[in-house]
């Protein structure tokens, strides 16, 4: 009687066990309670209990125990990785595991607009979600390209702004061999300058080679650049908007950086340009033009004359005139 017990006993255990096998696999094979894609930060030195009780939290599993077994026996030829993944919706626990060993990290992306200036960007990257660590290195101003900047989560400030100075000076090195002949810039540096005030000047792309001849033109004469946002980089080292109009006072102000008075480029950047800017100011239109003003539509008036100039200029100003009356 005993020895029946016993094998009965011995059956029921083998059927439990067996019953807990299948109902493991089967979850373990089986759409998850997920509804939606959602992305989960993995922290570094997380334990494969401690993963499990997250992707619990946020149902992406529904049985913590199920994933722990299956990373420690089935999964276990490979580590789960720390990092930011994305999970699609009704995600099984098999694939949770193989997004978690041999998955992509999300990437994030960081787009720095041209004509920003260095105080601009490095305050914009020091709000930039997902990315670690204080900036302890400040590039000068228009040694940074702006551009479309991709990064995982936890990757340093200070190693996005090394890529950043990088590809400035790839984009620089790249170009300047490309320069059109008799250039009245003889360096690297002077054509970043230009550049940095041309992208100040226009955000338009078909007009920045015409804005580059003028400034070329000019000093080719040896004439003033005149350039408004010299002179307001001068006021406020870009650290912040003048947040009013340019004044007379300005315009005379003895600066390096002011262009009215300054027969030169100014002393250094006024801005970070972008790559468009730099081919411009490397490859300018010939036109004979040596100025320039806004014409009310986004766009700027040129011509060769001053007495043509001071015609565009006033018909800007009157047209300024009718728009300030029309908004009272």
Do not use: C
């Not at 979850?27 to 009780?53: E, R």
């Not at 004509?115 to 997902?130: A, H, P, W």
């Not at 900047?149 to 400035?168: E, K, N, T, V």
């Not at 700027?300 to 200029?313: D, I, M, P, Q, W």
Request: charged fraction near 20%; hydrophobic fraction near 40%.
């Amino acid at each position: 009687m005993g020895r029946v017990l016993r094998w009965l006993f011995g059956v029921l255990i083998f059927l439990a066990v067996g019953s807990v096998g299948v109902w493991g696999y089967t979850n373990y094979i089986s759409l998850g309670p997920l509804k939606s894609t959602v992305s989960v930060v993995i922290p570094g030195g997380a334990s494969i209990n401690n993963i499990a009780k997250l992707l619990a939290r946020i149902q992406i599993i529904s049985q913590p125990i199920v994933f722990i077994i299956a990373a420690r026996t089935v999964a276990s030829d490979k580590a789960l990785r720390a990092g930011e993944f994305n999970f699609p919706a009704a995600v099984t626990p098999r694939e949770v595991l193989d997004i978690l060993q041999n998955g992509e990290t999300v990437v994030r992306r960081l787009t720095v607009a041209e004509g920003l200036s260095t105080s601009e960007i490095l305050e914009r990257l020091s709000k930039t979600e997902g990315l670690s660590g204080a900036i302890t290195s400040r590039p000068a101003e228009g040694e940074i390209l702006p551009e479309t900047y991709h990064f995982s989560f936890g990757d340093s400030r200070d190693d996005i702004i090394l890529r950043m100075r990088q590809a400035m000076k790839d984009a620089l090195l790249e170009l300047w061999p490309r320069r059109a002949a008799d250039l009245p810039i003889n360096t690297i540096e002077e054509a970043l300058i230009l550049a940095s005030i041309v992208e100040k000047e226009t955000g338009r792309a078909d007009e920045r080679a015409r804005v580059a001849g003028v400034f070329v033109n000019r000093l080719h004469k040896i004439m003033k650049l005149q350039s408004d946002p010299t002179v307001i980089y001068g006021l406020t080292r870009g650290i912040a908007p003048l947040g009013r109009p340019l004044s007379g006072k300005d315009l005379a102000q003895e600066n390096p950086y002011n262009t009215y008075v300054v027969r030169a480029l100014p002393p250094g950047p006024i801005s970070n340009p972008g790559r468009a800017a730099i081919e411009a100011v490397l490859n300018p239109a010939a036109t004979g033009e040596l100025y320039f003003v806004a014409d009310g539509k986004g766009g700027h008036v040129f011509s060769r004359t001053l007495a043509e100039h001071n015609r565009n200029v006033s018909r800007w100003r009157k047209l300024m005139r009718q728009r300030k009356s029309g908004d009272q």
